[in-house]
């Protein structure tokens, strides 16, 4: 079996293409760009960077017994504690519910993707029982992603903390450095690839045999078996074409003088303006799906052709 890379990529640039320009049409950019941004609900990652105050001999003890002075100061403020935690719990529930919308969008998007046309109200009633079932398979993976973090998080403490206090050589600390460093990535890598296979392979299957989200995993991890390479590098492609495009979104906006930064800002504008690529991207992994046989073939044949409508 030849497996390619570039022509579903172009194949899946045709499709959008004239999905979206031929003819242009702005309803359908803004009706299909909302179900990308439904889809994408929870897609959204921010980067945050701290400045330093110009020291840069750090008190080593001072950072280990952070959490102990962290906690005590909670206790003696009463009035704070409290409002992190309700912050903590707000920040919890608009998760969920954030991440049960874009479940439901991700089939919607998908749909729309599929057979060429803008709808919203149809999708959102016909995917509710597909959507729901991605919805927990995904609040269950968040929840023992978050435990797993944390639970690195602690051992990591106690790890540098139990060499800090026995004065371990240099080169026994760089060492545990470097092995806590393979581990994290190893556990960012992993879930990374779980997530990128669940939105571009599972969901689809999911969508063509309207099957659950635990059938449609089983479905592919047995196409997985048999060609793992193929797919690990299909996710070194996507993670190379994702850095090029945000490369080339930061240079037009800095070629804009930063005006096109505002717009890419607001995520339903955001939604729109970049409706090209993500709908490439979706169409991408159709196309590269359908390499593995007739079983895996999302799009509609020429004879399946029915007439489309929007609304």
């Keep these: 079996m030849n497996i390619a890379y570039i022509n579903p990529l172009s194949r899946a640039w045709g499709r959008m293409t004239k999905a979206l320009f031929k003819p242009f049409d702005i309803h ?31 008190d080593v003890e001072d950072v280990l017994n952070f959490p102990l002075v962290a906690w005590d100061w909670l206790l003696d403020h009463p009035g704070w504690f409290t409002l ?11 998760g969920i519910l954030l991440t049960w919308l874009s479940s439901r969008g991700k089939f919607m998007f998908l749909d729309n993707v599929v057979h060429d046309r803008a709808q919203v109200v149809k999708p959102w009633y016909e995917f509710r029982g597909l959507g729901n079932s991605l919805f927990v398979w995904r609040l269950c993976f968040g929840v023992i992603c978050f435990i797993v973090f944390m639970a690195f998080l602690v051992f990591s403490f106690f790890v540098f903390h139990h060499l800090y206090e026995s004065y371990f050589p240099l080169w026994t600390t760089a060492l545990s450095t ?33 099957v659950t989200v635990i059938p449609a995993w089983g479905r592919f991890l047995q196409l997985f078996g048999r060609h793992l390479l193929h797919f690990l590098l299909y996710g070194i492609l996507v993670l190379f074409f994702y850095v090029s ?14 005006i096109g930064f505002i ?14 690529i993500s709908y490439t991207f ?7 799906l359908e390499q593995f046989g007739p079983e895996f073939s999302i799009f509609p044949q020429p004879d399946e052709t029915v007439p489309r409508t929007q609304t």
Excluded at 248 to 258: D, F, S
Aim: glycine share 10%; proline share 3%; net charge negative.
């Design 28 to 58: 359908k950019w803004l009706v299909v760009g909302f179900t990308a941004f439904l889809a994408g609900l929870t897609d959204w990652t921010g980067e945050g960077g701290s400045g330093g105050d110009g020291r840069g001999d750090a």
């Design 84 to 94: 992190i935690l309700f912050g903590f719990i707000f920040v919890i529930v608009l």
């Design 178 to 210: 470097l092995g806590l460093a393979v581990l994290a990535l190893s556990l960012i890598v992993t879930a990374a690839y779980v997530a990128l296979f669940l939105n571009d392979f599972v969901v689809p299957i999911m969508y063509k045999n309207n």
């Design 245 to 258: 495009v945000i490369i080339c979104v930061i240079l037009a906006g800095l070629m804009t003088c930063c």
């Design 263 to 276: 717009f890419l800002i607001i995520p339903y504008i955001n939604s729109v303006i970049t409706l090209p």
């Design 282 to 288: 979706r169409a991408f992994s159709l196309e590269f």
